[in-house]
C-alpha cells in the first residue's frame, strides 16, 4: 500500500456530527501521549496532516482524514491524562465509545501503546471495550526506537500478557525511524481488499 493522497476532511465533537458516508474507516486511539498524530502523519508521508496539542489531552475532537479517496484515517480523543477532570473524561469515552460502537464502516481500531510501559487501566479498559463488543482491533506498540532491536520482542510478549491477548495481534513501530510502518500499510491493503471482495 502506498498512501498517494491524503487530505483532512473535518473534525467532530458531538455524537450526532460523526460521518457515515459508506468509506472504509481505520481509527487510532490512544493515551494522550502515546504518539497518535506522528503515526497518522508517517503512515501518511505527511508531515503536518495530523496536529499534536501542544499539552497532551487537549485535543477533544475526532479527526477525519481521507486517504487515497478510498478510505480514512481518523483519529479519536487521546484518553487518561492527569489533568483532565472526570467530567471531561466521561465525555470523551462518550464521544469514542459511540463512535466505536456506531460506525458501521470501521475496518479497524489500531490501539496505540507505548511499547516502554506497562498499559495502563484505561488501556485494558479499551481492550475489554473492544472485545466485548466484538469489534476489530489491532495493537500498535509505538515508539521502538526507544528501546534495544533485541528488546522488543520479550516488550512485547509483557504487553500480551498484560492485556490477556495474542502476540499476533501486534505490531511494533517507530514514527522516528520508520520501523514497522510497512507493517500497517501492509494491513490496511488487505483489509481493504478483502472488504472489497
Known amino acids: 500500500m502506498v498512501i498517494k493522497k491524503a487530505v483532512y476532511k473535518t473534525s467532530v465533537v458531538s455524537i450526532d456530527k460523526i460521518l457515515n458516508d459508506g468509506l472504509a474507516e481505520f481509527a487510532f486511539v490512544g493515551r494522550s501521549n502515546v504518539g497518535k498524530s506522528s503515526l497518522i502523519n508517517r503512515l501518511t508521508g ?29 483519529d479519536l480523543p487521546g484518553y487518561g491524562f492527569a489533568k483532565v477532570g472526570q467530567a471531561q473524561k466521561d465525555v470523551w469515552s462518550g464521544l469514542i465509545g459511540q463512535y466505536l460502537t456506531g460506525s458501521p464502516t470501521l475496518a479497524t481500531i489500531f490501539v496505540l501503546l507505548d511499547i516502554r510501559h506497562t498499559p495502563s487501566e484505561l488501556d485494558r479498559q479499551m481492550v475489554e471495550f473492544l472485545i466485548y ?56 491493503e488487505h483489509k481493504m481488499e478483502s472488504n472489497n471482495e
Request: glycine share 6%; net charge positive.
Open 133 to 188: 463488543n466484538q469489534l476489530p482491533f489491532m495493537i500498535v506498540a509505538t515508539k521502538a526506537d526507544k528501546l534495544a532491536k533485541s528488546k522488543l520482542a520479550n516488550q512485547v510478549k509483557v504487553l500480551s500478557r498484560a492485556l490477556g491477548i495474542r502476540e499476533e495481534m501486534f505490531m511494533v513501530v517507530s514514527s522516528e525511524t520508520g520501523y514497522g510502518i510497512d507493517k500497517i500499510l501492509n494491513y490496511i
Open 46 to 74: 505527511k508531515k503536518g496532516l495530523a496536529k499534536a496539542s501542544a499539552t497532551p489531552g487537549k485535543t477533544k475532537m475526532i479527526n477525519y482524514f481521507d486517504i487515497n479517496d478510498s478510505f480514512r484515517f481518523v
